[in-house]
Each structure stands twice: as C-alpha cells, then as structure tokens.
C-alpha cells in the first residue's frame, strides 16, 4: 500500500490549502529506518513541504528494532538526508525546503542534561531547538518562530 502514500498526502495537503495558511503534516518513521523509510519518503515527497522540523528522541543512539546493529547518524547528517530527499521532487529553481528547527523529546533525561541536549542540538544544527513539552509555551514558540521565520519571502 505505500505505493499511494505520496498521492493521498498530496490529495490532503492540497485540500488542506485550500482552506489554511499552514498546513502542517506529521508524519513517523524515518528516512534511515529499514522499515519505515518507504513510508516516510512516500509521505515526505507528497506532502512537498516548504520547511520542516526534525524530530528526535534524546535517548535514542540507534534505530528502533536495530539497536545492535544501526546506529543513528547525527542531527546534521539527518537535516542533510532530509533537505536532499525533499529536493528530489521540486522542480529545477524552486526554493529548497529546509529544515529549520529541531523538536526534541528529552522525556527520559534529567532537566540538566535535556536543556543541555537542546543547546548541542541547536549548536550542531545551526538550527532553533526545543522541546515543547518540556519546555511548554518558550519552546513551542521557539519552534513556530523558526517556522514564521523560514516562509520563503
């Protein structure tokens, strides 16, 4: 079924802007997870976004199911797959999308160590980071900051 992925998700964000300013799109998995990445590339390449933020667990230092055997790759690498697998269906001289923030879930680590993990994410990125749970209104708004921030002009 991942065949349709990326036409449903065009279908719905294109109806979406129909009626919003902002459409956004969450999607799971990832573009390096032997078993989600279909789905995620499908939802990626359809959906077509402008900007996008990267997600990732604080904790996790390998890819779910593979913990043996796949490590995760760093935030900047995964801004770069992110970025280049985003490009591959825009057209020649259109904006590149970007990933313009970084959502950390820093759920399983001390209030020390998460507020440190959000500054070497944002440091390592050159990118806002923050964890809107954690964090509450300050990191949501550092998140929508760097959305409103990132609409190309």
Request: charged share 25%; net charge negative.
């Amino acid at each position: 079924m991942a065949d349709f992925i990326a036409g449903a998700a065009e279908l719905l964000v294109c109806d979406a802007a129909e009626r919003a300013d902002w459409v956004v799109v969450e999607g799971q998995g990832s573009l390096t997870h032997p078993g989600f990445s279909g789905v995620t590339l499908g939802l990626l390449h359809g959906s077509a976004p402008d900007l996008m933020v990267l997600c990732h667990e604080a904790m996790r230092h390998s890819v779910k199911g593979y913990d043996d055997r796949q490590p995760l790759r760093t935030l900047r690498e995964y801004v770069r797959i992110y970025e280049d697998a985003a490009a591959w269906r825009r057209p020649p001289g259109y904006p590149q999308a970007r990933v313009v923030a970084v959502a950390v879930n820093t759920a399983d680590v001390s209030e020390e160590l998460a507020y440190a993990f959000i500054r070497n994410a944002a440091a390592e990125t050159g990118v806002p980071a923050a964890d809107p749970i954690r964090e509450g209104a300050a990191g949501a708004d550092r998140l929508a900051s760097a959305l409103r921030e990132g609409v190309p002009a």
